[in-house]
């Protein structure tokens, strides 16, 4: 609805099939300050939206070929938030009262009282306006909330979802628009901080309240952000409720603490791995020297030389294990699978070869010639 410039005359529609009735509305609210069209049909009065805009209709209820509240559906079809008053005749108000319930501001019983009609023409432009303004701007908030892949979801001082954005609608899984139920239909009993009396804190302490929680119908985890809010100064407070889709973040949270977790794991078995190398080789090295005191079919000379076997394995194990985890908090990805531990060694140090480690017991023996000797 357009609204006119400050210096111009509001622009009225006044349908009525009766012309003398017709001709004292008009004189009436040209006398208020209004310019009027006067149509004598719905369909005149169509013909004249397609010229020019109006703030305002006032139409008669019944009429031959269109009743009001049809004229209303179908004005309000291209605009929305045009304000429709309805006129109807004494004793036949059961049909204005269907087109109020319908979207039509109010209705008037003729003979109008030139009071009563210029206090609720004034009204209905205010609420038209109000209305429309309410409209825009929720469309820049959808925009901008969106945009952001929030959604936002506007509660009355009843606690009546008054507007739900789709953004909002598909977090919550929600298949229809919402809007009119309470808004402890859309979270279920338990599931939020805000329980039994949701709006009072936001509209105790004005400061806005968040939280999350994971909400069972979409197996989905938000982030909600509860504020006071008031969409005209003479309406009571609401709730503006933005919510944000944090699921992506608490599975990263969840992967991250999972990785401290292994590497924790990998710090406690590299120092395990280091204390057990050098005891091992110790006992290794005791092995070798009684091993070479002794000669082939001597006895205890194969038990000798199969514990020094185990022993060099079990050395050989710790080594490869004490690479992978000096490196697996550097390059090294990994595997899903089963731990090959020669390939991951060589992954983490494409350059060693067997070897002691150099931070360990050194062997006076070498690694080839007790290779030979056991053999």
Same mark, same amino acid.
């Given at each position: 609805m357009l609204t006119p410039f400050p210096d111009a005359p509001e622009k009225i529609l006044l349908v009525d099939d009766d012309p003398s009735i017709r001709q004292v509305i008009e004189m009436r609210l040209e006398l208020l300050g209004y310019a009027v069209t006067s149509c004598k049909s719905?369909?005149?009065?169509?013909?004249?939206?397609? +010229?020019?805009?109006?703030?305002?209709?006032?139409?008669?209820?019944?009429?031959?070929?269109?009743?009001?509240?049809?004229?209303?559906?179908?004005?309000?079809?291209?605009?929305p938030y045009l304000p429709v008053i309805i006129m109807t005749a004494f004793g036949k108000v059961d049909d204005a009262v269907d087109a109020v319930r319908k979207g039509a501001f109010t209705y008037l019983e003729k003979p109008v009282k030139p009071e009563e009609l210029a206090f609720h023409i004034k009204a209905a432009m205010r609420h038209g306006r109000i209305e429309e303004r309410i409209t825009r701007e929720r469309k820049i908030w959808t925009q901008v909330i969106e945009s952001i892949g929030a959604g936002l979801i506007l509660?009355?001082?009843?606690?009546?979802?008054?507007?739900?954005?789709?953004?909002?609608?598909?977090?919550?899984?929600?298949?229809?628009?919402?809007?009119?139920?309470?808004?402890t239909d859309l979270f279920p009993s338990g599931t939020i901080p805000l329980s039994s009396n949701a709006l009072d804190g936001p509209y105790a302490s004005g400061t806005p309240q968040s939280f999350e929680y994971h909400h069972p119908a979409t197996d989905r985890w938000i982030l909600a952000t509860a504020t006071s809010v008031r969409e005209d100064k003479d309406q009571a407070p609401g709730i503006a409720l933005l919510l944000l889709d944090i699921?992506?973040? +608490?599975?990263?949270?969840?992967?991250?603490?999972?990785?401290?977790?292994l590497k924790g794991v990998i710090e406690m078995a590299g120092t395990a791995s280091h204390q057990?190398?050098?005891?091992?080789?110790?006992?290794?090295? +005791?092995?070798?020297t009684l091993l070479g005191r002794l000669?082939?079919?001597?006895?205890?000379?194969?038990?000798?030389?199969?514990?020094?076997?185990?022993?060099?394995?079990?050395i050989e194990?710790?080594?490869?294990?004490?690479?992978?985890?000096?490196?697996?908090?550097?390059?090294?990805?990994?595997?899903?699978?089963?731990?090959?531990?020669?390939?991951?060694?060589?992954?983490?140090?494409?350059?060693?070869?067997?070897?002691?480690?150099?931070?360990?017991?050194?062997?006076?023996?070498?690694?080839?010639?007790? +290779?030979r000797r056991v053999k």
């Amino acid at each position: 609805m357009l609204t006119p410039f400050p210096d111009a005359p509001e622009k009225i529609l006044l349908v009525d099939d009766d012309p003398s009735i017709r001709q004292v509305i008009e004189m009436r609210l040209e006398l208020l300050g209004y310019a009027v069209t006067s149509c004598k049909s719905p369909r005149e009065a169509l013909e004249a939206f397609n +010229k020019e805009r109006f703030s305002l209709v006032l139409t008669d209820q019944r009429m031959q070929d269109m009743d009001g509240t049809r004229l209303m559906e179908e004005l309000h079809a291209r605009y929305p938030y045009l304000p429709v008053i309805i006129m109807t005749a004494f004793g036949k108000v059961d049909d204005a009262v269907d087109a109020v319930r319908k979207g039509a501001f109010t209705y008037l019983e003729k003979p109008v009282k030139p009071e009563e009609l210029a206090f609720h023409i004034k009204a209905a432009m205010r609420h038209g306006r109000i209305e429309e303004r309410i409209t825009r701007e929720r469309k820049i908030w959808t925009q901008v909330i969106e945009s952001i892949g929030a959604g936002l979801i506007l509660v009355d001082a009843n606690g009546y979802v008054s507007w739900i954005s789709r953004r909002a609608q598909t977090i919550l899984g929600i298949h229809e628009t919402g809007e009119g139920c309470p808004y402890t239909d859309l979270f279920p009993s338990g599931t939020i901080p805000l329980s039994s009396n949701a709006l009072d804190g936001p509209y105790a302490s004005g400061t806005p309240q968040s939280f999350e929680y994971h909400h069972p119908a979409t197996d989905r985890w938000i982030l909600a952000t509860a504020t006071s809010v008031r969409e005209d100064k003479d309406q009571a407070p609401g709730i503006a409720l933005l919510l944000l889709d944090i699921t992506a973040l +608490k599975e990263a949270q969840k992967s991250l603490l999972e990785q401290e977790r292994l590497k924790g794991v990998i710090e406690m078995a590299g120092t395990a791995s280091h204390q057990l190398s050098q005891p091992l080789q110790v006992i290794l090295w +005791k092995v070798d020297t009684l091993l070479g005191r002794l000669r082939p079919g001597m006895p205890g000379y194969e038990d000798m030389a199969a514990i020094s076997e185990n022993i060099e394995t079990m050395i050989e194990l710790i080594t490869k294990l004490n690479t992978i985890t000096r490196y697996a908090r550097m390059d090294y990805p990994g595997t899903t699978g089963i731990v090959d531990l020669d390939q991951a060694s060589r992954d983490c140090n494409p350059d060693s070869t067997p070897r002691r480690d150099p931070l360990s017991f050194a062997f006076p023996i070498s690694w080839t010639n007790r +290779k030979r000797r056991v053999k």
